[in-house]
């Protein structure tokens, strides 16, 4: 597992791990060699960025090989797309489009806080345009909103920080027993002591058994990265930009 399988000196890109997909050096490349729905390409398209990031690059197609994943990747490099891209391609289309009725949220973000939970959302609501896909930034009203059984079952996405999303849980108000991509983002924070319980209670109800886990992060300290690999199942790990210790 500790094989440097790739090497891109110019993003200074390493990759560990078994089995490392090819990186996507463009975002035709990716339409092409995966079943990404048209509507969310063309969302992208509107972005009009030229190529992927070295973590768009590497990180979106081990996300849709559906591997584990942990990135490290500096500040401002395009983590958010690096994994809403491929979550909303492997969700494939909104609940509200699926003859399924719905049985609880597919996806978890979990960001450390209100204003970043908020970023990504708003990031999500970009891909989402055109489509019925529900994502809720889970705060206090939509928490409320959400105790209602049958309206939580229709919801596609949830993004939220620890705290609120395990007091939901432990009241009975939240089930992640459906939830097949489960993302970390700025984990370090999410797995400094702050958060850490709170991060194993989610962890721990998302009982789905093929729940995807990737944690994002642009610095990850030693002892932080040992409890993320021991979350993630035969993950892979890339490092962008920085010296890879
Ligand atoms: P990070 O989470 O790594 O700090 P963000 O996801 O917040 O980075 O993205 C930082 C900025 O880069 C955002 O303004 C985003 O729109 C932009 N960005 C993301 N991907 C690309 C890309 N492929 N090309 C150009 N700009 C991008
Ligand atoms: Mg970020």
Known sequence: ??????????DRVTAKGSEVPKPAETFEDLAKRYDVASRLLANLRKYKYEYPTGVQAHGIPILLERRDLAAISPTGTGKTLSYLLPVMASLQ?????????????????????????????NECLKLAIGRKWR?????????????????????????????????AIQQGNLELNNVRHLILDE???????????????VVAASTYPDVQKAVFSATLPAGVEKLAMGMLRNPIRIVVGLKDT
């Open 187 to 201: 984990a370090d924070r999410l797995l400094d002591n702050e958060f850490l319980a709170q991060v194993q209670e």
């Open 1 to 10: 597992m500790e094989d440097v399988v790739f090497k891109r000196p110019k």
């Open 135 to 167: 994502v809720v930034l889970f705060d206090k009203a939509t928490a409320n909103t959400l105790r209602e059984k049958n309206v939580r079952d229709k919801v596609d996405i949830i993004i939220g920080t620890p705290l609120r999303l395990v007091s």
């Open 93 to 121: 289309a909104p609940i509200a489009s699926l003859k399924a009725a719905g049985s609880g949220v597919r996806a978890i973000v979990l960001a450390p806080t209100r204003e970043l939970a908020h970023q990504i959302h």
